[in-house]
């Protein structure tokens, strides 16, 4: 650790540090714009400018890196006066009114001048054109106060890959835009806001965010699987502001536009404030006492006339691992049944299926930060930059930052293509085949890890007997990818010292799904790319706690913990801790709930935080499944698509209003913080399902989460050594068995779960339905950067709703000249389950022959074409592949 | 961007490495077949190298010499440098900015003439100095410059069969045979430098 002095003071400094870092670690000011540690050192601003013994004139602070024994001298008269000098010429040129700018006492550009007593200028003022530019829903580009430090633009380039803005033009007319000098909004920003975090002086601020918080809570974002670290500000019982958490790491905290701006579902006046109960048809509201007490004697009267069977829960993604371990005890122990089950059915299931079978454990292998070192990154089926926006940093800065290769398997041209090396564009559910010819191209070139394969692994024999079948130009004939491309891909990849694969729903939601998983299983160990760091598997969860809810339990065929419930021992050892006898057989999957529906089976339906009338396959069927149902009663915070064909609601109370913990998707378990009380009569889902259970004669007596917690790490042994104590210092990753244990960045180290990871053989199938002379293309479904799934919380914020227009179905130009569509047509999409009207986006984002639509928009729900085929393992349907036609609708809206 | 344009410009973007350190060549490249750098262009060369279009537009417009707007056929450079300041430079300018009814950087109505101030072109003992194209002519006053605008008005006339290939923009729908005879021009008029470039014409 080198030494050096600032000042006369010993300072120690970081190796590999700069000077100005090491300053502002010892708490030594020195005055700085350009500067920010996340951003590489650029010595724009020169106001860091020091003295160093032995070096000639005043070198940047912030671009010199630390030497032994250093004689630094920062606050030195001849120091100060270039400094004064250079935050003049820089004041000039800043329209500085202070008292009535946002930034005022958080302003580096004062604090500079203060430091350096600034109290007069003695320049002619700037001639900066003031461009006020407010089309961006959420924040202001002001730049008559620009200082044209450009940790925005780096900020943008560098960090999030994305370089919306540079600097134009030169000299005095420099200064920060967007291409073409358009309106922000109509650039390729993203509206993640970081550059605003990130601006020194007010040019760039939030709108709306005029109030400083009162008081800072720490907790985790509520959309998707990267579990960032959210900080809230709190005022006056709202949130005024959110920022990303940077506790643990010193630097800025990455947020997409969801989390940093994306939180106003919070306080919507549409929030449910009192619990409902139908009379007469109509939702009407009740007081808690009827609600729960209709609610639990409806419950009663199904398990006591039909058994418990006739009873089933779907527990959250959404909500806390507290409260969905409560939710599967509460039908486990309290009903009796093992029909629980939550929407990881219709994302993961799968993987845990897939991965599970492969190495023993359906978690992904590795931690998100360690992408950021792998050789190769192989990314199929998942748009990361949209949907896992926080992930697809780490595999930008991989390739931009240390030239790692990156290799995308995708139907459509998203966004990561610009920084891929190879893109295989394949035809929607032709994975295996294109998966089974990388195989057989490694295979064939001798580039298998020979010394993993027999000391790890097993069966790999009968996976060769499929894979030597599909050459790669057997695959380029159903993959329609240019078998020279899958060649140079698998050796790319073959030949990487530690090679990563990252998957999403474009993988998984498939009648292949778990197919698919263990094909993409097989290429990780074929090449020995499991149990090391920076490489293995990467499952990207979709939901923030979907990695929770099945950790806890929250599907029919597993117990907290993956236990089987078939096996004796597991059992008696969960009976003795709930004191009730549990169920042995395995309950019924979410999909399959609807369909026992239909044939009687299931009578009465509990329904916590989801939304199968928007998100599941064929909608029309699921909404005649939720008419159907004798007894239904919805837990949430909005009055949902589902909710509204409830017998009863109970208003639960969102993210921000409860203590718990979400499991991220890289197993990371971490504190969800209380930072406001529910609105109304709303409450806590704790609470809700407690008071239910207590009413059905099964009293849970916890005094608080902590609690709930105490009892899930007795429980499961993954969770063991995991307290509201220890999370305290930040997040966890399970495996943590105890109080001790560290937790585990990366699965299967020295050997795999289940002993030796296991090949599968993969024959390639087709998907349920394809393209026909009546139904000529493929329909896909996904997400979309500015939404959330049906949109509960996502369209709930204004500013997300400007960004992204609802209902845009993307079709490929050489389709749409054959159906004789232009762009910005209506058009109407025709399944055999059913129609949707749209407007057409002609772009060549979409694959020839594939149409693309988000099923983010009840205005387009794209369900309601789906099918609702299912893999026959994982019982997941198959939302990316179905047929339909498309052609110009009759009269437009 | 018209078909044929867009098609040359895509054969110059093969011949460069997709990597941003081609940026520049690359965007010389395209300003001499295009004469300007349209905002399509200049999408087309980000898509192209990989490099995000705001930096392909800083780089567009941190150099003097690449243009976003279309100029004229010919260059009029007004140098104020020192030694023109002194010899009446400022005078010669406004001359020419009623002349041509247009201020620096912009372009008249007819394409014919664009405007530009520079600062010292290395011939101070010719000074005031006014360069057209890459002509300087020396010891400028009001009325030697409209003088000059005559003879190139003249000239231009005579040329006016040769410029109208060069200012086909608009290429008509294919097939048609002002298409054919249009495209069969461009072709042999222009073999290796621009068909909008005035050194290139000059070469015919």
């Known amino acids: 650790m080198p030494r050096i002095t600032i000042d006369g003071r010993p300072v120690a400094a970081d190796t590999g540090s700069t000077v100005l870092a090491a300053a502002l670690k010892a708490g030594v000011y020195v005055p700085h714009l350009c500067f920010l540690p996340d951003l590489d050192p650029y010595g724009g601003c020169r106001l860091c400018v020091v003295e160093i013994e032995g070096m000639r004139g005043l070198p940047a602070a912030c671009t010199t890196p630390v ?4 004689v630094v001298h920062s606050d030195v008269p001849a120091v100060n006066h270039v400094r004064r000098v250079t935050a003049e010429l820089i004041i000039a040129d800043h329209q500085a009114s202070c008292l009535e700018c946002t930034s005022n006492q958080r302003c580096e550009l004062q604090r500079a001048a203060a430091h350096l007593g600034i109290d007069q200028s003695r320049l002619r003022p700037g001639t900066r054109r003031a461009v006020k530019d407010t089309s961006n ?6 730049m008559s106060k620009c200082v044209l430090c450009t940790r925005c633009v780096r900020l943008c380039h560098e960090i999030r890959g994305v370089g919306a803005i540079d600097v134009i033009s030169r000299g005095y007319d420099a200064r920060v835009a967007p291409f073409w000098e358009t309106p922000i909004v109509e650039s390729t920003c993203e509206s993640c806001g970081m550059c605003v975090d990130a601006c020194p002086v007010g040019a760039l601020r939030p709108k709306n965010e005029q109030l400083p918080p009162a008081e800072l809570v720490r907790t985790v974002c509520p959309y998707c699987g990267c579990g960032c670290g959210l900080v809230l500000g709190v005022r006056g019982k ?23 701006f994306g939180l106003d579902f919070v306080s919507s006046p549409e929030r449910l404030t009192s619990p409902l109960i139908r009379h007469n048809g109509k939702l009407e509201p009740a007081s808690w006492d009827e609600a729960l007490a209709l609610a639990a004697g409806g419950f009663s009267r199904i398990r006591d006339t039909f058994g418990p069977d006739a009873l089933a829960g779907f527990a959250s993604a959404k909500c806390t691992n507290e409260e969905n371990y409560l939710f599967q005890k509460f039908m486990r122990a309290a009903v009796g049944t093992n029909n629980v089950d939550h929407c990881a059915r219709l994302c993961h299931a799968s993987t845990v299926a897939g991965l599970g079978m492969a190495f023993g454990s359906g978690a992904m292998t590795n931690s998100v930060a360690e992408l950021e070192n792998a050789d190769c990154i192989f990314v199929i089926g998942s748009n990361t930059s949209e949907a896992h926006p926080v ?6 800065a991989a390739v931009s930052k240390r030239g790692a290769d990156l290799i995308i398997a995708d139907p459509r041209r998203i966004d990561l293509t610009r920084f891929a090396r190879f893109h295989l564009r394949h035809r929607c559910g032709a994975d295996v085949m294109l998966l089974n010819a990388i195989m057989h191209v490694i295979v064939t070139e001798g580039l298998e890890d020979r010394d993993f394969l027999d000391e790890r692994t097993e069966n790999f024999g009968s996976a060769w007997e ?33 090679a990563a694969i990252v998957y999403s729903m474009g993988v998984t939601q498939h009648v292949t799904g778990t197919d698919n998983v263990l094909a993409l299983a097989n290429l990780a160990m074929l090449t020995g790319n499991v149990g090391i760091e920076s490489a293995g598997v990467y499952p990207l969860r979709g939901q923030n706690n979907v990695q929770g809810a099945c950790d806890m339990g929250a599907l029919p065929d597993w117990f907290p913990g993956y236990r089987k419930p078939a096996d004796n021992l597991v059992r008696k050892s969960f009976e003795r801790a709930w004191g009730r006898s549990l169920p042995e057989k395995p309950g019924l999957t979410a999909t399959e709930t609807l369909d026992a529906v239909f044939k009687g089976r299931i009578r009465g339906l509990y329904i916590m935080g989801e939304n199968p009338a928007l998100s599941d396959p064929n909608v029309s069927r699921t909404e005649r499944a939720l008419e159907k149902v004798d007894f239904l009663v919805v837990q949430d915070i909005f009055l949902t698509e589902t909710a509204a064909h409830a017998d009863i609601v109970l208003p639960g109370a969102s993210f921000a209003e409860k203590d718990g913990t979400f499991t991220n998707t890289e197993r990371r378990v971490q504190r969800v913080r209380k930072a406001l009380p529910a609105p109304g009569e709303a409450k806590e889902d704790l609470w809700i399902i407690r008071a239910l259970s207590e009413r059905m004669g099964y009293p849970m007596i916890y005094p608080d989460a902590a609690a709930v917690m105490v009892e899930i790490a007795a429980l499961i042994p993954i969770y063991g050594g995991i307290s509201y104590e220890r999370l305290e210092n930040g997040g966890l990753q399970w495996p943590c068995p105890d109080g001790s244990h560290p937790g585990t960045p990366f699965l299967h180290r020295g050997g795999f779960i289940r002993g030796r990871g296991r090949f599968h053989p993969t024959p390639y199938r087709e998907p349920a339905e394809l393209p026909d002379a009546e139904y000529p293309l493929l329909l896909s479904t996904g997400r979309l950067l500015h939404h959330f799934h049906t949109g509960t919380l996502s369209r709930k914020t204004g500013g997300l709703e400007t960004l992204s227009r609802p209902g845009l179905v993307e079709v490929n130009p050489d389709d749409a000249e054959v159906f004789g569509i232009r762009d910005g047509d209506r058009v109407l999409i025709e399944s055999r389950r059913g129609r949707v009207e749209a407007w057409a986006a002609v772009t060549g984002r979409a694959r020839q022959g594939m149409v693309f639509l988000p099923f983010h928009f009840r205005e387009t729900p794209a369900n309601v074409l789906t099918n609702d085929a299912l893999d026959p393992s994982a019982k997941i349907p198959e939302f990316k592949v179905c047929a339909v036609r498309v052609k110009p609708a009759s009269v437009p809206l | 961007m018209e078909d044929i344009v867009a098609l040359r410009l895509e054969e110059t973007l093969r011949r460069y490495p997709k990597s941003r350190s081609s940026l520049i060549p690359v965007i010389q490249d395209a300003q001499s077949i295009l004469g300007y750098l349209p905002r399509e262009a200049l999408l087309k060369v980000a898509d192209y190298l990989g490099v995000p279009a705001s930096a392909v537009y800083g780089v567009a417009t941190f150099y003097a010499q690449f243009h976003l707007t279309p100029r004229g056929r010919h260059q009029v450079k007004v140098c104020q440098g020192t030694a023109c300041h002194v010899r009446g430079g400022r005078s010669v300018l406004e001359a020419v ?8 950087g912009e372009t008249t109505a007819d394409r014919k003439f664009t405007l530009e101030r520079v600062a010292c072109v290395g011939s101070c003992s010719l000074a005031p100095v006014v360069l057209v194209d890459d002509r300087i002519h020396g010891s400028m006053t009001p009325e030697k410059f409209r003088k000059l605008t005559q003879v190139s008005a003249a000239k231009e006339r005579a040329r006016h069969r040769v410029f ?10 294919a097939d048609t045979p002002l298409f054919k005879k249009n495209a069969a021009c461009a072709g042999k008029v222009i073999p290796e430098t621009a068909p909008y470039s005035f050194t290139g014409l000059r070469q015919v």
Not at chain 2, 164 to 173: D, G, H, T
């Open chain 1, 137 to 142: 829903p959420f924040f202001i580009r002001d």
């Open chain 1, 466 to 498: 499929v894979i030597r079948h599909c050459s790669p130009e057997a695959a380029e004939a159903v993959t329609g990818v240019p078998a020279g491309d899958i060649r140079g891909a698998a050796v790319l990849f073959a030949r990487a010292g530690r």
């Open chain 1, 238 to 260: 709202k949130i005024v502001q959110v920022r990303g958490d940077g506790f643990d790491t010193g630097k800025q905290a990455q947020l997409c536009v969801k989390g940093r």
């Open chain 2, 164 to 173: 109208r290939i060069r200012m086909v923009f608009k290429i008509p729908a």
């Open chain 1, 391 to 396: 992930v697809a940093l780490r595999i930008k």
């Open chain 1, 67 to 70: 030497r032994d024994g250093m």
């Open chain 2, 97 to 104: 900015k009623t002349e041509l009814g247009i201020g620096p």
